[in-house]
């Protein structure tokens, strides 16, 4: 089954420079009958300005969720979002990742009922992130590993996951020791799975949020998709306000008693209610 109206959800706030770049991305996508989703955690002018300027061109399908900045609510901006798509299909991104030109309809195409897709990104230095230029994006030359490391990007197995050829991307899909997990900066599955499982918990701070979703989708009965090698973008670096102990301290107990009661109905989610009414 292939999915009929696509969604790209992302995430954002106060990073107008670099969303400015994401939507280019999206702007050069091959596959262009989506519907870009921006869930705005309560950003300020100069990214309404930037979102603004992209539906005037009038490349992009928008619709921007936004809701008041009351500090870190980036699974109740998610679940507003979610919660108003008539997509059928959802990938999750966050509004510094740079999508390949076949981000899309990669996405589209490895879709499966019963499954998720955990995709892949490359982390770029801050540099590079710098360097980037709207032709850059255009062109989609940032995708080649040898234009990357004439920026200063450093050369390790990382930039493995761009390789064109789509027999190796296959076999090191087979091959990598890492888990099909949900993460939030390229992951899809269909929307009526994630509202089987009401949506993000919105008990989750910074720091794993979207892989306690994943959890939740496994315990639900869906399987994950290595597809790390196959579908990736680009993300880029800043720093990191959210980032403390704490939180991840806090979030990690949440997540390890999804693990334990393999529950996959976030109480605190898109519909408030209990586990016994569903």
Request: charged share 20%; glycine share 8%; aromatic share 10%.
């Amino acid at each position: 089954m292939t999915p009929q109206k696509m969604g790209v959800v992302i995430t954002t706030y106060n990073q107008p420079k670099w969303l400015k770049n994401v939507l280019f991305g999206y702007e050069a996508q091959r596959h262009n009958n989506f519907t870009v989703i921006i869930a705005d955690d309560g950003s300020g002018q100069p990214t309404r300005e930037v979102i603004e300027f992209f539906q005037a061109r009038g490349k992009l399908t928008i619709q921007h969720i936004w809701h008041e900045d009351k500090g870190f609510q980036k699974c109740q901006i998610l679940n507003k979002a979610i919660a108003q798509t008539d997509c059928d299909y959802l990938i999750f991104t966050d509004g510094d990742c740079i999508p390949e030109p076949d981000f899309i309809s990669i996405h589209q195409s490895l879709a499966e009922p019963g499954y998720f897709l955990s995709g892949g990104y490359v982390k770029l230095t801050t540099s590079v992130s710098d360097a980037i230029t709207e032709a850059d994006i255009a062109s989609g030359v940032i995708f080649n590993i040898d234009w990357l490391k004439k920026a200063g990007q450093p050369t390790n197995h990382k930039l493995w996951k761009l390789i064109k050829n789509k027999t190796i991307k296959a076999l090191l899909n087979a091959i990598t020791p890492t888990k099909a997990t949900w993460n939030g900066m390229n992951s899809s599955t269909w929307t009526s799975d994630i509202k089987a499982c009401n949506g993000f918990n919105e008990d989750m701070q910074y720091g794993g949020l979207d892989r306690e979703l994943g959890e939740r989708l496994y315990n639900h009965g869906l399987k994950g998709k290595q597809v790390r090698y196959s579908v990736n973008c680009l993300h880029l670096d800043h720093p990191r306000a959210y980032d403390n102990p704490e939180t991840w301290k806090k979030n990690y107990a949440i997540r390890n008693d999804v693990k334990r009661t393999g529950r996959f109905w976030a109480e605190n989610g898109i519909i408030k209610s209990t586990p016994q009414s569903h």
